[in-house]
């Protein structure tokens, strides 16, 4: 069995929220379809709501306090991620895109990325496509093809029957189990390795030359 990580980022501003909710739904059905492929996985979820202060610091300063940094780390350093936001005016939520806006434009690069989104109308389905995949296309992440949208009906007696939520969830769960199969375990990198931050093959020497001009 091979372990992987995935990192599960909730934008939802009230406890609890059909953002988690849809959240937790979505982790389950990626754990589920990676052990069918003898692939185990851990899961940490993490909710915006409790890094709001500290996002809106990071953005004002340019720095994160350790708890943001952590988290912010630990998405970095996920096999997949996935994200979920609820729709505000057509959009994704200010919380969710503030998160956003303090994540290295590098640190997802290639990512296995699985988007869900939830509102109280679906009015609003179109919103991960023309809102929310995008962003992830600036950051250079491998968004799963097939996101979720859940409407405050998908959750009642009277959910679609055609397209219930249960289908899309493990439609989408089996392509982002493929996406992280494909790709090597990430592994942690070690801060004190010069290749790390000087570059593959090179050492303290590579750089003192340099600057001595050779």
Sequence with gaps: MTDRRIVVVAAGLSNPSSTRMLADRMAAAAVAQLAERSITASVEIFELRDYAHQIIDNM?????????????????????LIVVTPVFSTSYSGLFKSWIDVLDPDSLSGKPVWIGANAGT????????????????????????????????DWGANADE??????????????????????????DLDPFDPANYLGEGKSFGHLLGGLAGE
């Excluded at 004002?60 to 997949?80: C, P, R, W």
């Excluded at 097939?146 to 009906?153: C, L």
Aim: no cysteine; glycine share 6%; charged share 25%.
């Design 60 to 80: 004002l300063t340019g720095f994160a306090q350790k708890e943001l940094e952590s988290m912010i780390e630990k998405v970095v350093g996920a096999d997949a």
């Design 122 to 153: 679906a009015r609003h389905s179109l919103a991960i496509d023309y809102a929310v995949r995008p962003l992830f296309a600036y950051l250079h992440a491998d968004t799963i093809s097939s996101g979720v949208f859940a409407a405050s009906s």
């Design 162 to 187: 055609v397209a219930p939520l249960s289908k899309r969830v493990e439609k989408g769960a089996r392509e982002l189990a493929e996406a992280i199969a494909a790709r090597e375990p990430v592994t």
